[in-house]
């Protein structure tokens, strides 16, 4: 009997990995990586389906997929290969109030990984915002959004080999980007 029952937990332990570890290509959510068309809503889709379905992995490959604030979930990783890069809108309405391009408050076993890049656009963003600010739209004191933001979660996983970057891929400073 007991054999019966440790082979059963096994198997559904074995099954929930397996599921926890399930692959989503971006792409096949509608996401284009054109480096023009706003993905905001494609990628937190894909997001929240991931997030439903157990947990899995967001895979964006080559291109630049230009994105607004997106909020990561419980059991999802975002994956960026090699020459894939996530790009920061220049529009600071498409953070939302947002602290950051992909954020997170008190999710569990959330990450971002891969050989990718996320690129913030700052210069074009910064741009923007003071034009939004001697309208008087935004306050003068308004801080940038950061590259990411994981607030109280538990189970974060931050790829060494994923690059941050500011404004281009050229440019990159982990330690000034991290929040």
Not at 6 to 27: D, G, H, I, N, P
Not at 129 to 155: M, R, W
Request: glycine letters at 10%.
């Amino acid at each position: 009997m007991k054999k019966i029952i440790l082979t059963l937990v096994l198997s559904l332990a074995a099954v929930f990995c397996a599921r926890a570890q399930q692959e989503y290509k971006a792409t096949v959510f509608g996401a284009k990586s054109d480096g023009i068309t706003d993905n905001t809503g494609t990628i937190q889709r894909a997001i929240d389906f991931i997030s439903s379905k157990g947990g899995g992995v967001l895979v964006f490959y080559v291109g630049r997929y230009v994105t607004g604030a997106v909020q990561l979930k419980d059991n999802v990783t975002i994956r960026l290969e090699e020459a894939a890069v996530l790009v920061g809108t220049s529009n600071i309405y498409g953070y939302k109030g947002h602290p950051a391009l992909v954020w997170a408050e008190g999710a569990s076993n959330i990450g971002l990984t891969g050989k990718g890049v996320i690129e913030g656009r700052h210069t074009l963003l910064s741009a923007f915002v003071e034009g939004q600010i001697a309208k008087g739209h935004i306050p003068s004191d308004y801080t940038l959004p950061a590259l990411y933001s994981f607030e109280n979660c538990t189970g974060t996983v931050l790829s060494d080999e994923l690059k941050l970057a500011d404004d281009t891929v050229a440019n990159y400073d982990k330690t000034k980007l991290k929040k």
